[in-house]
């Protein structure tokens, strides 16, 4: 089957730790895309890429890192800089170009204790 | 920055009504898109707009476009208690790299 996957679903972490979301693709798709969500809100974007080894930050990207060392993967680290870290994480992926459906992944919750 | 701004913020229905969700936006655009998205879960695509359209449908579905006014709507007929979820535009602006912003979304929640 196609699609985008993210894990892990739920992540918990503790104040001053780094730690990595996973994303990976198997629709073959030049442009990945990280986005943050806080209840009751919309998306706001962390980081994209448009082609391998390339990647731009979003309207938030202070506090987290990527990379995008394959095609099928873009994991997104959220570092201790990231002041209020608790949120649901949402993976996306499009061709590249206009008229870009975006697949998201499931998701993953993240918790700071 | 949030370029679609979805109206209203919540809509409940009874099953069978049909419910409107209107989206505004700021900037020129390449075009528009809806998406849904249930409780503690990825989005759907729905459907896309392009800039040069006015009209389009997709199923149970009816999408407009307005430039002139930088706002669509979003129409479900007929709806269903599995049509509860938040429905979010997000455009592509003109110059945005192909990069979406979303708004913040309209929660419809049909009743049986």
């Known amino acids: 089957d196609g699609g985008i996957t993210q894990s892990p679903k739920y992540l918990f972490r503790k104040e001053g730790q780094n730690v990595t979301l996973s994303c990976e693709q198997n629709?073959?798709?030049?442009?990945m895309y990280w986005y943050r969500q806080d209840p009751g809100q919309g998306l706001r974007l962390i980081y994209y890429?448009?082609?391998?080894?390339?990647?731009q930050k979003g309207d938030i990207a202070e506090g987290y890192s990527v990379s995008r060392e394959k095609k099928e993967s873009f994991p997104l680290t959220v570092t201790s800089a990231q002041k209020n870290p608790t949120a649901f994480y949402l993976c996306?992926?499009?061709?590249?170009?206009?008229?870009?459906?975006?697949?998201f992944g499931p998701g993953t919750r993240l918790t700071v204790l | 920055s949030q370029q679609g701004e979805e109206d209203p913020q919540a809509l409940s229905i009874q099953e069978g009504e049909n419910a409107t969700m209107n989206c505004s936006y700021k900037?020129?655009?390449?075009?528009l898109q809806w998406y849904r998205q249930n409780s503690g879960r990825g989005l759907v695509h729905l459907i896309l707009?392009?800039?040069?359209?006015r009209e389009k449908h997709s199923g149970r579905l009816r999408v407009t476009l307005d430039t002139s006014k930088k706002s669509s709507s979003l129409l479900i007929t007929a709806s269903r208690a599995a049509d509860t979820a938040s429905y979010f535009c997000?455009?592509?602006?003109?110059?945005?790299?192909?990069?979406?912003?979303f708004g913040k979304g309209t929660l419809l929640t049909v009743n049986p």
């Open positions: 890429s448009q082609i391998v080894n390339d990647f």
């Open positions: 629709l073959n798709h030049d442009a």
């Open positions: 900037t020129s655009i390449n075009n």
């Open positions: 997000a455009t592509d602006g003109k110059g945005s790299n192909y990069k979406l912003t």
């Open positions: 996306a992926s499009s061709i590249y170009g206009v008229y870009n459906e975006q697949f």
């Open positions: 707009i392009r800039s040069n359209e």
